[in-house]
């Protein structure tokens, strides 16, 4: 029988557990745990089935007290806003999402993974640094795409800008809401705030720039867009 003794200098594979596994760990809730996931403080991934998996070497750094701080407070805005927004397209045009009721399930599942990258982004481009120039370029991309398939979809430019301000305003109302709970600086605020107008610009003018493209195209690219 062959026996292999690791040598000192080789490193350890990570461990990885459940979520449930986690939890007990922890003695948290589900949802807590995958928040710290989102926030950065454990790693963890997904298995092929879609079930997540984490790090119990910085699960037991968490027990010990050790919470990596956070980079910037805001940090968190673009996984609390994808909830907020989840939670008010459900509600539909009750919540001023009425280009949403417009939309098959097959078109609104086309649009999901773009919504929320493009979401999901905003934390990363608050925190980018010398990143930001090309957070911003894959933001674009990412709206250019969305606004080809709303124009797909049949919607037209109206139902596009209301889109937009749908997202817009439930990000602005979730950084506000932020800033003020980490009792940023006037400084870092007014920061906060060019940061975001000038993501917000540079997503809407992509999403034009894909109805100016079909318009054109012309009427057989454009589906409904007059």
């Known amino acids: 029988m062959n026996v292999r003794f ?5 490193p350890v594979s990570p461990r990885w557990i459940t979520l449930g596994q986690a939890c007990k760990l922890l003695g948290v ?13 454990v ?13 119990e070497e910085d699960l037991r750094v968490l ?19 994808l909830t907020r927004i989840r939670r008010r397209l459900q509600q539909g045009s009750g919540r001023g999402a009425h280009w949403y009721d417009e939309l098959s399930e097959e078109e609104r599942e086309n649009l999901r993974p773009l ?17 930001r120039p090309h957070l ?27 889109a937009f301000t749908f997202f817009r305003k439930t990000l602005d109302e979730t950084a506000m809401e932020e800033a003020q709970k980490s009792d940023l600086t006037g400084d870092k605020a007014i920061e906060l ?8 610009d540079q ?11 079909a318009e054109m195209a012309g009427p057989a690219v454009k589906g409904r867009l007059a």
Do not use: C, K
């Not at 919504?115 to 990143?131: P, W």
């Open 63 to 81: 027990m010990s007290g050790q919470v990596p701080a956070s980079r910037e407070p805001y940090d968190s805005i673009g996984n609390i806003a």
């Open 29 to 41: 809730n589900e949802s807590t745990l995958r928040r710290w996931a989102d926030a950065g403080h």
């Open 193 to 200: 705030w060019e940061l975001l107008t000038n993501l917000g």
């Open 136 to 162: 911003i370029d894959e933001a674009r991309g990412i709206a250019h795409e969305y606004g080809a398939l709303l124009v797909r979809d049949g919607l037209s430019l109206r139902d596009a800008i209301e």
């Open 43 to 55: 790693r963890s991934f997904r298995t092929p089935g879609g079930h997540r998996r984490f790090s």
């Open 6 to 10: 690791r040598d000192e200098n080789e």
């Open 115 to 131: 919504g929320r990258r493009l979401v999901t982004l905003v934390s990363e481009y608050l925190s980018g640094g010398a990143n």
């Open 203 to 213: 997503v809407l003018l992509s999403i034009a720039e894909s109805y100016e493209e």
